[in-house]
C-alpha cells in the first residue's frame, strides 16, 4: 500500500479493514504510523512531499512539480526507490526508473492529453 490510509478513506471502511486483516501479507509504505499502517505486517518508511523531486498529478488531472526542499532521514526511501528495489528483486522482466524526469517522459505517448509534448521542464516556474 502506497500513498494511502484506505483504513479511513475508504467508502466502506469496516470492509476494507476486515479484507486488509485477512491477507497473509500487508506491507505499508508511508510516512506516519496511519491506521492502515497500524494494520500491516511490515511498514516501510517513505519520503514525504518536501524530501523528493518530481510530480503528482491531482484530483482535478493538473500535474504538479515537486521540488526537493530538504533531505529525508538517513534509511528512508522514496516511493520510487522501493518500488524499483521490489521489481529488481522479483527479477521484473524490465527495469524501473527512480529518476523523476524518465518517469515523467513515459506515459507521453500513450495518454492523449500529454501527446504532443508536456515535459518536465514545461512545469517549472522559470519556462516561459
Given amino acids: 500500500m502506497h500513498g494511502s490510509n484506505i483504513v479511513v478513506s475508504a467508502p466502506n471502511a469496516t470492509h476494507v479493514t476486515r479484507r486488509l486483516e485477512a491477507l497473509d501479507l500487508l506491507v505499508v509504505c508511508d510516512i506516519v504510523m496511519s491506521e492502515t499502517a497500524a494494520l500491516a ?3 516501510l518508511p517513505v519520503t514525504q512531499w518536501a524530501e523528493e523531486s518530481g510530480t503528482m ?7 504538479i512539480l515537486r521540488e526537493r526542499a530538504i533531505s529525508p532521514p538517513a534509511g528512508v526511501r522514496s516511493d520510487l526507490d522501493v518500488i524499483a528495489g521490489l521489481a529488481a528483486r522479483l527479477d521484473a522482466p524490465v527495469a524501473f526508473s527512480t529518476e523523476p524526469e524518465e518517469i515523467f517522459a513515459e506515459p507521453g505517448p500513450r495518454v492523449r492529453r500529454w501527446q504532443g509534448g508536456l515535459r518536465g521542464h514545461h512545469l517549472r516556474a522559470d519556462h516561459p
Fill in 41 to 43: 505486517d511490515v511498514v
Fill in 57 to 63: 498529478t491531482n484530483l482535478e488531472g493538473r500535474v
